[in-house]
């Protein structure tokens, strides 16, 4: 049976550029979940005076699809400035594989999702942000719809895997419907405390079990 790929999402499958970790990166992001297996990490190296991105890498656990656009995305960041980088969107990454099914749109909205993450956490990180509004429940929330509870397949919110969100004096405490010992508890934990921190104000994330 012939698949639904073109030539060049098959090469870029195959032969991925900018696959790996840089293990002093400036910002990271995840996208997906990495116990449901549609994972993206996405790594940024910054020049701190021009905001450059001078390295981009990628982790894909996801298909060929999001491989291939994953290789696309981080070709199409490296060398812009983070402001031109905001702009990359999926339909880019679409073009230049010459075209995806639309059953796997979604493996390209992943991989640009990873990359405008990493650009925000950058952002909050680096003092950047135009608008330094304080951390609110309400935004933290929003954050923690895009954590996916692997038992539910939806996110955690949908799913009111999360109880109760406090933010008093730069930490954030999240209440999990969910006991310590439960699969998946510690690995929700790890992807919400590393979707939260990078937020400018917060200094601490506190995930609690009830
Ligand atoms: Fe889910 Fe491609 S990442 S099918």
Known sequence: MALPYSKRLIEL????????EIP????????????CGDMVQLFLKVDPETKRIMDVKFKSYGCASNIATASIVTELAK???????????WKDAERELGGLPLT????????????????????????????KT??????IIQRLKRV????????????KTVKDVVVENGVATITLNLKQDEEFAQ????????????????EKVEVKYS
């Open 148 to 159: 996916i509870d692997p038992r539910k397949g939806v996110d955690v919110v949908r799913a």
């Open 13 to 20: 499958f195959l032969s991925p550029k900018n696959v790996g």
């Open 79 to 89: 060398g812009k400035t983070l402001e031109e980088a905001k702009s990359i969107s």
């Open 104 to 131: 796997k749109i979604h493996c390209a909205v992943l991989a640009v999702d990873a990359l405008h993450t990493a650009i925000e956490n950058y952002e909050h990180q680096h003092g950047l942000l135009k608008e």
């Open 24 to 35: 002093d990166a400036d910002a990271k992001a995840t996208e997906g979940s990495p116990a």
């Open 187 to 202: 690995h929700l934990a790890q992807e919400i405390e590393e979707r939260i921190s990078p937020l400018w104000d917060i």
């Open 134 to 139: 304080p951390t609110t429940p309400e935004i």
